[in-house]
């Protein structure tokens, strides 16, 4: 899969057993608020998911609960240090940015993904890989839940 140095948001719906990814706009993948108001405008038996890598760097998962509030998962808390998305989502979380930037963990919920069959063991497992970059992370989880191809064919649609 090719990725732009950049990254790419994605906005990933299920629709009748079938998964349709599509790129999202620019301003929008820098923005949580603007992340969680795309998926507030589908509907929720679409099963809304935004993806975010952001340079590659981290990724950003955003779901809706069955009040319409995010649920979201960063994938590395020290990019809070450096990217405003990374601390919105930490803000979102309730967690500070860490005052040591040497380790890498994720934040948020690791659950995000288990009714759809990714549970939070096979979720910790691919965000413990470091050898991993955030788009391998998310290809990983795209074809744990059945989307890869799309996720690939799409993201390589993304202008670089």
């Known amino acids: 899969m090719a990725a ?3 990254g790419f948001a994605l906005m990933i719906l299920r629709v009748e057993d079938q998964w349709q990814v ?5 301003a929008v993948a820098e923005d949580l608020d603007g992340l969680v108001g795309a998926l507030q405008r589908q509907s929720r038996h679409q099963t809304p ?3 975010v890598d ?3 760097e981290f990724f950003v998962a955003v779901r809706l609960d069955g009040d319409g509030e995010p649920r979201a998962l960063l994938s590395d808390v020290t990019a809070a240090a450096d990217y405003d998305l990374a601390a919105d ?3 979102l979380l309730g967690e500070d940015t860490p005052d040591d930037l040497e380790d890498i963990w994720p934040a948020g919920d690791l659950d995000l993904f288990a009714d759809l069959g990714l549970p939070e063991l096979e979720l910790g497992a691919i965000l413990d890989d470091l050898d991993l970059y955030a788009d ?3 290809l990983a ?3 744990r839940l059945g989307f890869a191809d799309q996720l690939a064919a799409t993201v390589d649609m993304v202008p670089h």
């Open 136 to 138: 391998e992370m998310l």
């Open 141 to 143: 989880i795209a074809r």
């Open 4 to 6: 732009d140095a950049d």
């Open 54 to 56: 952001v340079e590659d």
């Open 49 to 51: 998911i935004v993806l």
């Open 22 to 26: 599509s790129p999202l706009p620019e």
């Open 89 to 91: 989502v930490l803000d």
